[in-house]
Antibody
Framework: QVQLQESGPGLVKPSETLSLTCSVSGGSISGIYWSWFRQPPGKGLEWIGYIHYSGSTKYNPSLESRVTISVDTSKNQFSLMLSSVTAADTAVYFC?????????WGRGTLVTVSS | EIVLTQSPGTLSLSAGEGATLSCRASHSIDSKYLAWYQQKPGQAPRLLISGTSGRATGIPDRFSGSGSGTDFTLTISRLEPEDFAVYYCQQYGGSPYSFGQGTRLEIK
């Protein structure tokens, strides 16, 4: 059974960089696309972007200037970096398996942007 | 950008009844690129349907999807207590991939 687990700071200061890692267990990260999403408290879901295990990426144009998604196949992990954060970036961040429909999700991690 | 509009916003029904949830797209979507998810409070979304009508692994057959072009439907026959949740449609036919705002299915 594939499992995903997000990890990273739960509090980030405005203008700094949010950094999260998704650890994959129960299966290899190779050969598959992997995605990041977020959900502000009480609101709907937003696609952030995806990465192929080979390293190719696709980002939401609204976030593209601030987002970097990377993969570390040796650790079976992929990561999200979001720069110059503001309060509007406060959300639960989810990682998932797939580049389109997502069949496995992490449980999500709340990241709050506040000084 | 493709905007997905779900209706109704809230649906109040009783267990045992059937539910019909709608997802309308601002532009036509290839039916291969439409999915439905269920989300309960404090949990991640759960994939129900991909490619408009293909049930994901382990999803009961009381869940079915249909539609084409700009109009898509998730039908739940014979609601079970565990089906009361928020449902989202998602399109991945055009970037940015997007979700509807959700339909809350609540117990009447």
């Amino acid at each position: 059974q594939v499992q995903l687990q997000e990890s990273g700071p739960g509090l980030v200061k405005p203008s700094e960089t949010l950094s999260l890692t998704c650890s994959v267990s129960g299966g290899s990260i190779s050969g598959i696309y992997w995605s990041w999403f977020r959900q502000p408290p009480g609101k709907g879901l937003e696609w952030i972007g995806y990465i192929h295990y080979s390293g190719s990426t696709k980002y939401n144009p609204s976030l593209e200037s601030r987002v970097t998604i990377s993969v570390d196949t040796s650790k079976n992990q992929f990561s999200l970096m979001l720069s110059s954060v503001t309060a509007a970036d406060t959300a639960v961040y989810f990682c998932g398996r797939g580049g389109w429909s997502i069949d496995y999700w992490g449980r999500g991690t709340l990241v709050t942007v506040s000084s | 950008e493709i905007v997905l509009t779900q209706s109704p916003g809230t649906l109040s029904l009783s267990a045992g009844e059937g539910a019909t949830l709608s997802c309308r797209a601002s532009h036509s979507i290839d039916s291969k690129y439409l999915a439905w998810y269920q989300q309960k409070p404090g949990q991640a979304p759960r994939l129900l349907i991909s490619g408009t009508s293909g049930r994901a692994t382990g999803i009961p057959d009381r869940f079915s999807g249909s539609g084409s072009g700009t109009d898509f439907t998730l039908t739940i026959s014979r609601l079970e207590p565990e089906d009361f949740a928020v449902y989202y449609c998602q399109q991945y036919g055009g970037s940015p991939y997007s979700f509807g705002q959700g339909t809350r299915l609540e117990i009447k």
